[in-house]
């Protein structure tokens, strides 16, 4: 006999979009079962980066991201290709914080489910969701199987979040496929032992070269794909690169081989050697520019990658899951205090429209943008023509990052938030 459980919400997955929705939804006085299929703390292979976004979501948790917290701060983007070296800080604004964040996905997840849990979340560990339940009524989902350590439990409630990342199987089971007119990435990352473990700048590479050997017809070759290097303050930094689908090498890469040849060429006093190596090579998918669709349908919300939110500019993932937690919680609080089902509905809906007016006009700019690059020469010449001009950059920076001021910000938030308003929503 299966035990059945109550909630006023169920949000199925504990990552960084699960965690911000049930804190929010907690904070309001909802109920709200949290089911976690891992038990914290546990790893998630990441790039551990946070931009001046996260560090927001962070703030709005409640959470203390000061350096005596155990936060590793940085002051900006160091951007390194076309033979060029530069550093743009982070904008000064008035939405964001001009600081962003490294810290291990082992401790930021399990720091993020706590806050949830202060919060009056339940969180569930070891309690991995199998299929929806549906109301044979009205086809609503209507709560979650889960098997659990003491066998199988049923999680009922009116709303059903789906916070189960990328490949989520609670949208898949409810019908919802991935778009493949979507960008996707693939990255993989690892941990080396190194000097440059306490750099205060994420460092990101345009360019990744194969040089030559000086063996007879060696020559130097550009790898595809982008490098970070982002350190950690452990003493480890966290390195990995990433392809997006729009490359022509996409899907036939041996990535771990390419991370391998690329690390080989930096210098030796950096430690990024097999020797250094703490943790192993792990890959993972970035789904991109909302690349799962609609957000809502029959009482389940997507929130983070369940919902195909990696913004296609930088791979960043972890602002938009927080953030569209955030906002899932609002509308879901709203609707569950509506006294009729069809109230409610009219509630829900305005989830994904919300989530469009916010992100849609600049995923399909990003959308365009990953195209472009997806050409090595476009690659190149913007390398070259681009990296020089450090206002240009600043500017690019605002862009890749989503940084800016919707109301009066300068001429660089201007051209960026009308270029958003204007491109159709993805
Ligand atoms: C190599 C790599 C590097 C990256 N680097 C960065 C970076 O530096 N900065 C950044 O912002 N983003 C980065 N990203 C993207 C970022 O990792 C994701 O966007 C982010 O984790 C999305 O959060 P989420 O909560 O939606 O999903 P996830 O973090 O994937 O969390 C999903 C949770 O659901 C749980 N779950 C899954 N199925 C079930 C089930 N059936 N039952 C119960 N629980 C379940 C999982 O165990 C997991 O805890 C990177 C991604 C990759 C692959």
């Not at 600081?99 to 401790?107: A, N, P, Q």
């Not at 390195?239 to 997006?244: E, R």
Request: proline share 6%; net charge neutral.
């Amino acid at each position: 006999m299966s035990q059945t459980r109550d909630a006023d919400v169920v949000v199925v997955g504990a990552g960084p979009a699960g965690s911000a929705t049930a804190y929010h939804l907690a904070s309001t006085g909802l109920d709200v079962a949290l089911l976690e299929k891992t038990a914290f703390p546990r790893e998630k292979v990441c790039g551990d980066g946070l931009t001046p976004r996260a560090v927001m979501s962070l703030t709005a948790m409640g959470i203390d991201t000061s350096e005596a917290a155990g936060w590793m701060h940085n002051k900006g983007l160091r951007i390194i290709g076309g033979g060029m070296r530069l550093e743009i800080p982070w904008p000064e604004l008035a939405s964001y914080p001009a600081y962003g964040l490294v810290r291990t996905r082992t401790d930021f997840d399990d720091v993020l489910a706590r806050q949830a849990v202060k919060a009056g979340a339940v969180l569930h560990e070891r309690t991995s969701v199998t299929a929806p339940v549906l109301s044979e009524r009205t086809g609503h989902i209507a709560g979650v199987t889960a098997r659990t350590e003491d066998g199988e439990v049923t999680y009922r409630a009116p709303v059903v979040v789906a916070a189960d990342g990328n490949s989520s199987r609670l949208a898949l089971a409810m019908g919802l496929q991935k778009r493949d007119d979507r960008p996707m990435g693939v990255a993989v990352r690892t941990y080396y032992t190194s000097p440059r473990h306490n750099d205060d700048w994420l460092e990101s590479w345009l360019e990744l070269w194969d040089r030559a050997d000086g063996s007879p017809g060696s020559r130097d070759r550009l790898l595809p794909g982008y490098g970070w290097i982002f350190g950690v303050g452990d003493g480890t930094s966290n390195v990995g690169l990433g392809i997006l689908n729009t490359s022509t090498a996409f899907g036939h890469v041996d990535y771990k081989g390419l991370l391998r040849r690329w690390l080989d060429q930096t210098p030796e006093e950096w430690g990024f050697r097999e020797e250094n190596r703490t943790q192993p090579v792990r890959g993972a998918a970035l789904p991109m520019g909302f690349n799962r669709q609609p957000h809502y349908t029959r009482g389940l919300v997507l929130v983070g990658d369940s919902g195909g939110m990696v913004n296609p500019f930088n791979g960043e993932g972890i602002a938009y899951a927080m953030e569209s937690g955030e906002v899932a919680a609002r509308v879901i609080a709203q609707a569950l205090a509506r006294p009729t089902a069809d109230g409610r509905e009219r509630a829900l809906q305005a989830y994904p429209q919300i989530l469009k007016q916010t992100y849609g006009g600049y995923y399909t700019v990003g959308r365009l943008f990953v195209k472009a690059i997806g050409d090595d020469r476009v690659m190149k010449l913007a390398t070259r023509h681009g990296l020089p001009h450090p206002l240009l950059m600043r500017f690019v920076l605002k862009l890749m990052a989503n940084l800016t001021d919707p109301r009066g910000g300068d001429p660089m938030d201007k051209v960026i938030n009308a270029l958003s308003r204007l491109a159709p929503a993805a």
